[in-house]
């Protein structure tokens, strides 16, 4: 299956380091042999054909590491429909992983869920309901989700929409209170979420305004997150993907707090050795990298 979702958890009910694989996109069961070497996970359920011989599904998988083999993996609660290209973070301390949007067939989504690692429940956190719609993103695949674990928010950047263009829009998700009440009253978060109303669900997602963050349009990208300070973003393409569509190949720097002085002046360093064309002194270039990605990471 192409394009699924994976997110590795650490000591999950005894197994460690598991590798989560979660729907994806690829050719119909139909349309493979199904020799005695065909190795393929297939449950009716999970699986959607379409008139191109492809199909979709959304199927949670892990490999045992212990056993040498696939395991399916039971889901409770409402799951999300089958998709490919959906974007998905996970949050640590709540022991969830969230995913969004994604693509069937020609359609992008823009639906949020919850899946806690501890029950494998489902849970979908916005609902579509009249007059709610403004404060959603859009419908996209191929965006990226990072993690700010100190503000226990998430940013959903790019991605491309239905009508086949780039985005670069910025959202924020706050997912404050589900931290709050997961200390407070853990076994009590899955009825939490469930019956919060419309209202109380607006707050989930803000748009940041472009001038804020002046990113370009990027699609099939990644981010990380630096030492709280800023996330860099990088690869992807700015545009549909067609065969003339190149991937781009810069390095995009967010910052969600304002540079230390150390930082200003390593920057300002590095600048002075380039404009003096000063090439040759390698060491000096690596050891100020080198010191530049040790403030993030510190």
């Known amino acids: ?17 598991t590798n989560f694989s979660f729907c994806g996109y690829g050719m119909s069961w139909y349309r493979l042999g199904h020799g005695s070497n065909q ?4 449950q009716p359920q999970y699986f959607c054909d379409d008139d191109m011989g492809t199909c979709w599904n959304n199927q949670l998988i892990y490999y045992d590491l212990i056993k ?12 999300p429909s089958a998709r490919a290209a959906a974007a998905s ?11 969004f949007g994604g693509r069937h067939n020609q359609s992008r989504l823009n639906d949020l869920y919850c899946l806690d690692l501890g029950s494998f429940v489902w849970t979908q956190l916005d609902e579509t309901v009249d007059g709610l719609s403004e404060w959603l993103p859009i419908g996209r695949s191929w965006c990226s989700m990072t993690l700010l674990n100190r503000q226990r928010k998430i940013l959903c ?13 910025l959202w924020e998700l706050d997912i404050n209170e589900l931290y709050n009440q ?6 009590q978060l899955k009825s939490y979420i469930k019956q919060q109303n419309t209202d109380e669900k607006k707050h989930f997602w803000r748009q940041i305004p472009p001038l804020e963050h002046r990113l370009p349009s990027r699609l099939w990208h990644c981010s990380v997150l630096m030492g709280e300070e800023a996330i860099l973003i990088y690869g992807g393409m700015n545009e549909a993907p067609s ?17 230390s002085l150390r930082q200003l002046a390593l920057n300002a360093l590095a600048s002075l050795i380039v404009e003096r064309g000063l090439h040759k002194q390698q060491l000096v270039l690596k050891l100020i990298i080198k010191n530049w990605f040790e403030v993030f990471l510190n």
């Open 1 to 17: 299956m192409e394009k699924c979702q994976h997110r590795e958890t650490k000591h999950l009910r005894g197994l460690l380091m």
């Open 39 to 42: 190795q393929y996970f297939f």
């Open 68 to 79: 040498e083999c696939w395991v399916e993996k039971e889901q409770g609660g409402k799951r």
């Open 89 to 99: 973070v996970h949050a640590e301390e709540i022991n969830q992983v969230f995913i």
């Open 157 to 169: 950047y790019g991605g491309l929409c239905s009508r086949g263009q780039s985005l670069c829009d």
């Open 182 to 187: 997961k200390i407070q009253q853990q076994k």
């Open 243 to 259: 065969r003339e569509s190149p991937f781009v190949h810069t390095l995009l720097v967010y910052r969600i707090s304002p540079p």
